[in-house]
């Protein structure tokens, strides 16, 4: 038996023939950029997520930077502000606040949910912070009534980092609508998977989204008039048309995932593994099944030698990398435990329950040596 991580191949071929026209139709059009299907897409995006707004750009990384440029650029924020983000996160979310010159004030999570620690971030809030990052890192909706409060009574912007929970729900809303702004990632990996880059900012906010979509073309307001210095990052119309595509089956496809899910969560049963905390359904769109063991490697070793591949999310976190030797001292002990100690598994749409219980089976075979 060969499980690979993720078979893109296969993913695309869920949807081969309907993309197929709809590349066509781009294709055949003679409009590649900022055409229709951009519109369209940006349309559906927007009332999926339930924001009146949609942006559509380049990639993840630049729909996070964007909005917080768009923040400077609107007097919101100011260069040398600080932006909490969890310690836990994939370093593009870091990225966009240090590429920006604004500090990161990493925080550490809870080990059990993996959410950001509400003791952890009541004490690293200063005069200084202006906005709060939230990840739904995995595909787990991380958002709760007391961040809310936080974020009220310290008039700090919400910004989500929605690149892995694309469909997510927190009550009746979508992780996308929840705070300020949202940032959407559609790598070729995510839930919502292009077959090349784009990314997407959500919002309520029409000043905001005026100045994200000014500032993404090259700062003009209007054709060749720019109030703004801009930069080139564009959803271009065939990644729009493929995503247009595959919106429609996103639920559909998410709850394959939390099919699957729940199988891991039922049947796997080892001492040395440990699973987190499980969600209601639909608060976790599984972008990732992470688990949790001291005897990681072996596991991964264990796992491959059945022809099982696994991932690693992610083997170093932000404050640790090298780029950051500046925050290399800082101390955040839960996420720097939760990177040695996590290992992904295979979980997808085009993933059979028999797959899973393959899964199931090695890693309750494994044998603490
Ligand atoms: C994928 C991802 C991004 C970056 O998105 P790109 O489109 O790859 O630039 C940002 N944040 C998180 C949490 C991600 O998983």
Redesign the pocket.
């Known amino acids: 038996m060969n499980i690979p991580y993720l078979d893109l191949k296969k993913v695309t071929a869920l949807h081969d023939e309907e993309i197929q026209q709809a590349v066509a139709k781009v294709v055949g059009s003679g409009w590649y950029l900022q055409g229709e299907a951009v519109q369209q897409f940006e349309r559906h995006y927007a009332d999926y997520i339930g924001t009146q707004y949609c942006i559509g750009v380049a990639?993840?990384?630049?729909?996070?930077t964007l909005t917080l440029r768009a923040y400077l650029a609107l007097g919101k924020i100011h260069e040398g502000d600080e932006v909490l983000v969890p310690a836990n996160?994939?370093i593009?979310?870091v990225l966009s606040i240090t590429e920006n010159r604004l500090e990161p004030v990493f925080v550490d999570v809870e080990e059990d949910t993996l959410d950001i620690s509400i003791e952890s971030l009541e004490k690293a809030i200063s005069k200084k912070c202006k906005a709060l990052m939230l990840?739904h890192?995995y595909g787990r909706c991380t958002y709760n009534k007391k961040i809310e409060e936080i974020c009220k009574e310290n008039n700090l912007l919400l910004i989500e980092?929605n690149?892995?929970a694309h469909g997510c729900w927190y009550n009746r809303q979508r992780t996308g609508s929840l705070g300020h702004a949202a940032?959407h990632?559609?790598?070729p990996g995510?839930n919502l998977g292009a077959l090349g880059?784009?990314?997407a900012v959500t919002t309520d906010d029409e000043e905001l989204a005026k100045t994200i979509h000014t500032i993404a073309n090259y700062g003009f307001s209007e054709k060749y008039v720019a109030p703004l210095q801009g930069k080139n990052s564009r959803l271009d119309e065939i990644q729009a048309a493929v995503l247009d595509v595959k919106l429609k089956r996103l639920d559909e496809n998410n709850e394959k995932r939390q099919t699957l899910a729940r199988t891991y969560y039922t049947y796997i049963n080892n001492d040395a593994i440990r699973l987190p905390r499980m969600m209601d359904e639909g608060n976790n769109v599984y972008?990732i099944f992470p688990i949790f063991s001291p005897l990681r490697d072996q596991l991964q070793a264990h796992l491959h030698e059945k022809g099982i591949h696994t991932l690693i999310h992610y083997p170093i976190p932000p404050h640790k990398q090298a780029c950051y030797r500046i925050y290399n001292h800082l101390q955040l002990p839960v996420a720097e435990r939760l990177a040695k100690e996590e290992l992904s598994l295979p979980l997808n749409q085009t993933m059979g329950v028999e797959d899973v219980q393959y899964v199931i089976e090695a890693l309750n075979s494994f044998q603490k040596f």
């Open positions: 990639n993840g990384l630049d729909a996070l996160t994939f593009a979310t990840v890192l980092d690149a892995q940032c990632s559609f790598y995510k880059d784009g990314g972008h």
